[in-house]
Nanobody
Framework: QVQLVQSGGGSVQAGGSLRLSCAAI????????MAWFRQAPGKQREGVAR????????YYADSVKGRFTISQDNAKNTLYLQMNSLKPEDTAMYYC???????????????????WGQGTQVTVSS
């Protein structure tokens, strides 16, 4: 059973930056895919960014390209999402997600991932 423990997030003014972290605990296979999703009130959960085991394949939603960066520290088993130039429309609950195996074809969707973090709120004020 993989556990994902998220940290980071909070409130920031437009144009500011935040970094989210997601520590993966107790995974047993070396090939996996991880992603960040977000869900705003009244909207479906959407894939924001995705990375594979080697960090060689990434995906970004068009709405965050050039502003968000997904990365991982394999030594710390931790996934990150650096969010710069934040906009009010980035306000949402953010979730990290994990699945074993190679990354599915983009864009990432919720059925592609088996394990989920607890979520962390990001609020961007204008």
């Amino acid at each position: 059973q993989v556990q994902l423990v998220q940290s980071g997030g909070g409130s920031v003014q437009a144009g500011g930056s935040l970094r989210l972290s997601c520590a993966a605990i107790a995974y047993t296979y070396s090939t996996y895919c991880m992603a960040w999703f977000r869900q705003a009130p009244g909207k479906q959960r959407e894939g924001v960014a995705r990375i594979d085991t080697a960090g060689l394949i990434t995906y970004y939603a068009d709405s965050v390209k050039g502003r968000f960066t997904i990365s991982q520290d394999n030594a710390k088993n931790t996934l990150y999402l650096q969010m710069n130039s934040l906009k009010p429309e980035d306000t949402a609950m953010y979730y990290c997600a994990f699945t074993y195996g190679v990354c599915p074809r983009p864009p990432p969707t919720t059925p592609d991932f088996r394990y989920w973090g607890q979520g962390t709120q990001v609020t961007v004020s204008s």
